[in-house]
């Protein structure tokens, strides 16, 4: 039989890979393929630290493919172009590939499979990405859910049996794969810098290997997993498994994940147990997203509830720059935004909290704050940088209250009690006595003089007033969401840890 072809996009992994399973169950040798794009990979939307975690996965994943005695067949240029004369080099005439949820990829996906398909190439699509498609949870009038908690309650119901089979690695070294030799030379892996990108030893690492020990590390006996319910919410705690880089590159499959979540969750009790359920609970969240993004795609770049098209954002380049930058004047906004630029990935509290400093405080277009994200994080991802962007900006679906507006010095005494995190990332501050850390425009002089603090020179004074902010944006939220739709916004649930 024909040889065929698996086209990796956004599961670079060999375990629990559904195309590729669905491609080894032919009679036939397959041969794993990348295309990169040069115009994406250059482009502004994509940034460092996701095109780091790429190369390393591609890098990683070419290491165990040729301890296999394969090869990773990685192209460079337009994606039809790459693969048809992929397939006619090694006599291929059919491709598997993962389908993608978003809304540029599922157009890239059709023109392609049109192009091949017009030569003769079969293509067969899998569902990877999600455990779940976007219409298998939905309401029993074939609805979507835009409510979280009975989409989660449907979605658990429905969870059994798994619906595609993990695709153990072993099965792939008894010999599916095509060997080396019939694949031929391809591109090396490049680094970022091949594309204008820097590289950093502070992004995460990304690769099958360290992707699954996170996984291990996370749920096994002792594991943050049991104390997930409220470590979670603590920056400087690290309680989070730091697996959503994992998760956008696909060096850990979805399946695999809920399986041994549920697995720990079934012989686990009380607040283990609970803690077990409130991770699968964020899973579920990405799920939910990834669902909003499919069945209403205009939230790519419009807010879910029309009428918040009418919300009166500012424009002000100068709070723009100073939130990217980090010197809002508030201390674990500040230390939030640069540990994005710095290390690539950002804690889920603190994007709750920036998000809402943004467009609330500051009065910023949410498209300006996603954007931001789009291009500095490891994780990027549409559907949940938008559905977080349109949580906190309360023009999304199932939306915080446009009227619940984070208070960010409460929450940083609150969440980072002794300041451990803001001073980790905020090193200006660092001398600065844990009672003060939080407000440091109003500590005596005296203290910020020993402190090694001037405010406005080291340091800067707050870009906005919080109480005068809130005030500003109730004035612009309220008329708009209050008058249009005030059941949908009201009723809107409290999102777990807010
Ligand atoms: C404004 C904003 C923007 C965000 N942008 C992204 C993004 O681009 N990519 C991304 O993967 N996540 C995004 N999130 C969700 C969340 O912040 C990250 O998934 C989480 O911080 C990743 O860390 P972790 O893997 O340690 O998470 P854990 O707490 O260990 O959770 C496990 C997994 O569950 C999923 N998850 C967790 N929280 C959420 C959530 N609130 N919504 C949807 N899925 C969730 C992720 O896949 C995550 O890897 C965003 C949240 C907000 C508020």
Known sequence: MDPSIVWLRRDLRLHDNVALFEACRRDARVCLAFVLD????????????????FFDAL???????????????????????ELSRLARRIG???V???????????????SVTAALEQEGVVMHASLDHVYF???????????PYKVFTPFKRRWIERRHPLPRPPVPSAQLAKGCLLSAESIGTTRGVPRPEDFGHRSS????????????????????????????????????????????????AGTIGIRECFERAFERRDESRGHVRAS?????????????????????????TEPFLPAAARIPWRSSEEDFAAWCAGRTGYPLIDAAMRQLNECGWMHNRLRMLVASFLTKDLLLDWRRGERYFEEHLADADVA?????????????????????????????AIFDPSGTFIRQHVPELRKLPDAHIHRPSTAPPLLLAEAGIEIGRTYPAPIVDHAVARVRALDAFAPVLRAAKPRETMRAKKRPGV
Not at 38 to 53: C, N, T
Not at 97 to 108: F, G, K, S, V
């Open 38 to 53: 040069p115009s994406l990979l250059r482009s502004e939307r994509v940034g460092a630290p996701i095109v780091q975690a």
């Open 96 to 110: 598997f590939y993962n389908e993608d949820y978003e809304p540029e990829a599922i157009a890239r996906d059709a």
């Open 92 to 94: 291929a005439r059919e």
């Open 276 to 300: 077990v359920e409130a991770w699968i609970g964020e899973l579920i969240w990405r799920e939910f997203y990834q669902m909003i993004l499919a069945r209403f795609p205009h939230v790519a």
């Open 201 to 248: 030893a502070r992004f995460p690492h990304v690769s099958e290997k360290r992707a699954r020990a996170l996984l291990g590390t996370f749920l096994r006996s002792g594991g943050a997993v049991e104390r997930y319910e409220v470590e979670r919410n603590f920056p400087a705690n690290d309680g989070t498994s730091h697996l959503s880089p994992h998760l956008r």
């Open 384 to 412: 949940q940088n938008n559905g977080g962007w349109q949580w906190a900006a309360s023009t999304g679906t199932d939306a915080a209250p446009y009227f619940r507006i984070f208070n960010p010095m409460r929450q940083s």
């Open 59 to 81: 890098a990683a994943l070419r290491a165990n493919l040729r301890e296999l005695g394969s090869d990773l067949a990685l192209l460079e240029g337009d994606f039809a172009t």
């Open 133 to 143: 498609g976007a219409d298998e949870i939905q309401l029993d009038g074939g609805q």
